[in-house]
């Protein structure tokens, strides 16, 4: 990728992957030329040509030839994209489905490190997730869910369950990763650490498409995601209170 001439510092795109040989060159040819230093892929145990398309793309691809599930595999890439140098981190989903222009508004939102990490919402207006096909039953329950989760968070986001965010590395560095889940749920355990660090939020627009390649949680994988957060953010209920106990960060 472009060097980085504004000096923001070094700024390097994660992906997540399974199975993603029919959008991966899409969403790595709509990344802004000069936003992004190196794009690291996690190749989760696909059976398809992820692979062999991230290779030629000049993306650098780490396997793992057994399923380590959506978190095992962001642990990884987050680890890698440390070691690599990053300054900033942002979490791009190979699928697709989120709009890789959005990177610079990412970029300019967080700025400085003024945040822990800026999401890039698909509800800012909320009508923007149903322009972009999401479904109905998708659309009311993450309204229900954002709302019980910004209540015992004690902070306000339009909704917190994009794929699509920036991370600052200065926050990222000693996060108890190993203590963070295996699944969907580090997404939200990410969120939830940054709330008790003391880190601030931020948000832009961002826009999501629905369609067939795309990957999407099916209904009972979102219901167990779903409850994962609730749990998540009345740990952080309690931590509010004075009676939860926060993960220990590595130093």
């Known amino acids: 990728m472009s060097d980085i001439s504004t000096g923001r ?14 959008t991966l060159e899409d969403t790595f040819r709509g990344i802004p030329p000069g936003y992004v230093d190196q794009v690291i892929l996690v190749d989760n145990a696909s059976r398809d ?11 650098t691809v780490i396997r793992h030839p057994v399923d380590r599930g959506f978190g095992g595999s962001i642990k990884r890439l987050f680890r ?41 919402s698909r509800f800012l207006p909320a009508r923007r997730a149903l322009e972009g096909g ?11 869910l954002t709302t019980l989760n ?24 000693g996060l108890p990763l190993d203590s963070f889940s295996d699944d969907f749920k580090l997404g939200f355990q990410l969120i939830s650490q940054a709330v008790i660090d003391g880190w601030r939020l931020g948000e832009v627009s961002g826009f999501c498409r629905y369609f067939p390649e795309a990957s999407q949680n099916p209904f009972r994988g979102s219901v167990v ?27």
Do not use: C
Request: hydrophobic share 45%.
């Open 9 to 22: 510092g070094r700024v390097v795109a994660i992906m997540p992957a399974r199975n993603s040989a029919k």
């Open 134 to 144: 999401m479904p109905w039953w998708k659309f009311v329950a993450n309204r229900i």
């Open 49 to 59: 040509d992820t692979v062999a398309i991230a290779e030629r793309l000049g993306i």
């Open 225 to 251: 995601y779903g409850w994962g957060t609730l749990t998540e953010s009345f740990r952080v209920f309690k931590h509010r209170l004075g009676l939860g106990t926060p993960r220990v960060r590595v130093t």
């Open 80 to 120: 890698s994209a440390l070691e690599s140098g990053a300054d900033f981190i942002i979490e791009l989903h190979p699928d697709n489905q989120y709009d890789p222009a959005g990177i610079p508004s990412l970029l300019e939102e967080m700025g400085q490190h003024r945040y822990a990490m800026v999401i890039a």
């Open 150 to 173: 910004n209540a015992m968070m004690g902070v306000w986001l339009s909704e917190y369950h994009s794929g699509f965010r920036i991370y600052s590395a200065r926050w990222a560095k």
